[in-house]
């Protein structure tokens, strides 16, 4: 029996081929695994997505339930942010490898 997916493996899947993700003004453009985009937004934690994985099953929101487009752009951050920046004292304490929109 084939073992299902998940969303996060398969958002990892996407990271790893390369996959674009784009800043824009509001949020991030990325291009999903058909070559369409899809604008990935995240505000206070919430996440959302244009892709009909999100918009019509319900997926994306809170971060334990997002899609294959919220999880590359969460991948894409981790390793777009850096680590050498200097802290003042108004930046918020973050969990290890908890990503923060």
Request: charged share 25%; hydrophobic share 25%; aromatic share 8%.
């Amino acid at each position: 029996m084939k073992q299902k997916i998940t969303r996060q493996e398969r958002g990892l899947e996407l990271f790893r081929s390369g996959a674009t993700v784009k800043k824009t003004e509001d949020g991030y453009l990325v291009t999903g695994s058909n070559g369409n985009e899809y604008e990935v937004r995240c505000d206070y934690d919430q996440w959302t997505c244009s892709c009909p994985d999100a918009t019509y099953r319900g997926h994306g929101g809170s971060a334990t339930d997002l899609c294959k487009h919220a999880y590359l752009v969460k991948y894409w951050l981790e390793t777009s942010v850096p680590t050498s920046a200097p802290i003042d004292k108004h930046d918020i304490h973050l969990k290890p490898q908890m990503v923060v929109c």
